[in-house]
C-alpha cells in the first residue's frame, strides 16, 4: 500500500501535459467569453453615444430655431416701436393742426363752431 501512495505522489507527463491543455483551453475560452461581454458592452457604450449625439443636436436646432425666432421678434419690436414714435409725431402734428382749426378737446360734432362764428353741424 505503501507502494501506491508513493506512485500517486509521482508526477506522470501524460497527466500533466492533459491538464496543461485542458487549463490552457480553459483559459482561452475565458479569454473569448470576456472579449464578447467587453465588445458587448463596447457596443452598448457606442450606441448610447449616439443616441446622446443626436439627441444633443436635435437640442441644438430647436435653441438656434428659438434664437433665431426671438431675434426676428426683437426686430420686429423695435421696428413697432419706432413706428408708434412715428405715428405719434404724427398725431401730435394733426392735433395740433384741428387746434390751430379751432377744434377744442371735449368738443363734438355738433358744436364745433366755424370761424364765422356758426356752429357747424
Do not use: F
Not at 4 to 25: G, H
Not at 33 to 60: P, W
Not at 67 to 72: F, K, R, V, Y
Not at 82 to 102: D, H, N
Amino acid at each position: 500500500m505503501v507502494h501506491s501512495l508513493v506512485n500517486c505522489a509521482k508526477r506522470d507527463p501524460e497527466v500533466n501535459e492533459d491538464t496543461e491543455k485542458n487549463y490552457a483551453e480553459l483559459l482561452t475560452e475565458e479569454l473569448k467569453q470576456r472579449e464578447a461581454a467587453s465588445m458587448e458592452k463596447h457596443k452598448r457604450v457606442d450606441t448610447g453615444l449616439l443616441e446622446a449625439k443626436k439627441i444633443t443636436s436635435s437640442y441644438q436646432k430647436e435653441a438656434d430655431k428659438c434664437n433665431s425666432g426671438m431675434e426676428t421678434c426683437e426686430e420686429a419690436r423695435e421696428k413697432a416701436e419706432k413706428a408708434l414714435v412715428e405715428q405719434k409725431k404724427l398725431t401730435s402734428m394733426w392735433e395740433q393742426r384741428a387746434r390751430q382749426k379751432g377744434y377744442k378737446d371735449g368738443a363734438t360734432k355738433s358744436t364745433v363752431k366755424s370761424k364765422s362764428g356758426t356752429e357747424v353741424a
